[in-house]
């Protein structure tokens, strides 16, 4: 589908008492299957020793078998991938488990460490042997090398020279730890019931077990939970704070709180900030299933215009890929998408959707709520136009595949065979979540909040 993809979730489990840690990992995992589909995996411990199973593919055909198997343990890992770096090989998958100088380890990473490409070439010209092509190998071969001999103070000194995104869970000898970078880009939450922690990258993986005391790991804070409970640590601060703004428009699942704040209802205030702004007569507006659900509902509030669901969404259509020829790639998008007839003949649409990359698929999907009668078709996008790519985590396509930055969204609007077409003003999307200033808009603006290797457009910028 032509749309902004996801990137990883992970999650971690210590309990006091022994319990079957890997059936206990499975269900939080499920429940962040929206944050990855190429990939799943969990190592626990096992008899004092790390156990590491993943595979490509979803949550259910990887790791089902553990519904039916008891594994006791105290602690585990996991992780869902979708590959925003290093692709879709076996060896990128996650957790990563490697026995070091400093004992087991094993890692599971949401997000991408942006200056990877320098600490990668660094590393090979010390000796080492990757194993993968993954930006989450670097951290391990960093803290095997270190010559600090606490492994706090390894992880430490590792953690300072890393830029970019990284909300991580680890696993090392009797412990569990939850990490997230000094600018907090990435979600990443923890919380307690009965003996159990849990760290997870949105609270929905948080209500599988039920959990309600939690809270969200602060930007540059280490939590290290052991048999002796919960203990924080800063290992880096920045005066800067750069939360992804793509997770309240699109990745995060619309039931959960991420930076301290319901997805759902800031959804809900970006299509009534849609409304607000927008102009054009309409009978109808519709959502494209699901990305567009929350903030079509949002804008039909503050419009008045009635809401109904126009298209229905195929869920066993899976994830569609690249096709080789146009007919084929519109039918990609027809397996997914199907309108429903009744309700859009003779009526005027307002189609509302969270954004726009190529428009190739915007294209299809105008075609066929016209086939299906609608008289007008006006798409309205819940994010502003999109100009630069991501260095943090989302697969942002290089800036010449981004339809924005050479059309306009008349010459958009005439492309993809719309009446018109509307984006969401970055200043109106910052009036939509609490504590603007502490966002990162740099793929509508360019304002990165650090040195990204932006080499293609002949400059370098820097936040």
Same mark, same amino acid.
């Given at each position: 589908?032509d ?21 206990? $990992?499975?269900?939080?995992?499920? #429940? ?8 799943? =995996? %969990? @190592?626990? &411990? ?8 993943k ?50 380890i ?31 190998? $670097?951290?391990?071969?960093?803290? #095997? ?8 103070? =390894? %992880? @430490?000194? &590792? ?30 939450y ?10 997870a ?62 997805v ?76 429903n ?47 630069w ?29 719309a009446?018109?077409?509307m ?41």
């Amino acid at each position: 589908m032509d749309s902004v993809k996801h990137y990883c979730g992970v999650v971690g489990i210590f309990s006091q008492e022994k319990s079957n840690i890997p059936e206990q $990992l499975y269900f939080p995992l499920f #429940s962040l299957q929206h944050r990855g589909q190429e990939s799943a =995996g %969990i @190592t626990y &411990v096992k008899e004092e020793r790390f156990a590491t199973f993943k595979d490509l593919g979803s949550v259910g055909s990887v790791l089902s078998h553990y519904l039916n198997e008891e594994h006791l343990s105290y602690a585990g890992i996991g992780h869902v991938r979708y590959s925003t770096a290093g692709g879709n090989l076996w060896d990128n998958a996650q957790p990563i488990h490697i026995t070091c100088n400093r004992g087991e380890i094993a890692l599971a990473h949401n997000g991408n460490i942006s200056n990877a490409d320098k600490l990668r070439e660094r590393l090979s010209h010390e000796g080492a042997i990757f194993q993968s092509t993954s930006d989450t190998e $670097l951290v391990l071969h960093m803290l #095997s090398r270190s010559r600090k001999i606490d492994f706090f103070d =390894g %992880i @430490t000194e &590792v953690l300072k020279h890393l830029e970019g995104a990284f909300s991580m869970v680890l696993l090392h000898r009797d412990m569990l730890i939850g990490i997230r970078d000094p600018l907090g880009f990435r979600p990443l939450y923890i919380g307690q019931k009965e003996g159990m922690t849990m760290i997870a990258s949105e609270t929905c993986a948080l209500d599988t077990h039920e959990i309600t005391e939690y809270r969200s790991v602060e930007p540059g804070e280490m939590v290290i939970v052991t048999k002796e409970g919960v203990r924080s640590e800063r290992f880096n601060s920045s005066p800067r704070i750069a939360q992804c703004v793509f997770e309240m428009i699109y990745f995060a699942r619309p039931d959960s709180e991420i930076y301290n704040q319901s997805v759902h209802i800031n959804r809900k205030k970006m299509g009534a900030a849609l409304a607000k702004v927008d102009t054009v007569e309409a009978d109808l507006v519709i959502p494209v299933p699901d990305s567009g659900n929350f903030a079509a509902l949002g804008y039909s509030q503050e419009s008045g215009v009635p809401f109904d669901f126009g298209l229905t969404r195929n869920h066993f259509a899976g994830r569609s890929f690249i096709q080789p020829t146009k007919s084929k790639r519109e039918m990609a998008v027809k397996m997914k998408l199907h309108p429903n007839k009744e309700t859009l003949k003779g009526k005027r649409v307002i189609m509302v959707d969270d954004s726009l990359v190529r428009g190739t698929t915007s294209r299809t999907i105008v075609k066929l709520l016209r086939q299906a009668g609608a008289s007008e078709v006006h798409l309205r996008l819940s994010s502003p136009e999109l100009h630069w790519p991501c260095f943090f985590g989302i697969d942002v396509p290089t800036r010449d595949e981004l339809i924005s930055n050479h059309k306009t969204p008349d010459e958009i609007a005439e492309m993809i065979g719309a009446d018109s077409v509307m984006f969401l003003p970055i200043e109106e999307l910052e009036h939509c979540v609490e504590e603007p200033n502490k966002f990162c808009y740099a793929c509508f603006n360019g304002d990165y909040p650090v040195h990204v290797p932006l080499k293609s457009e002949g400059v370098l910028k820097n936040g």
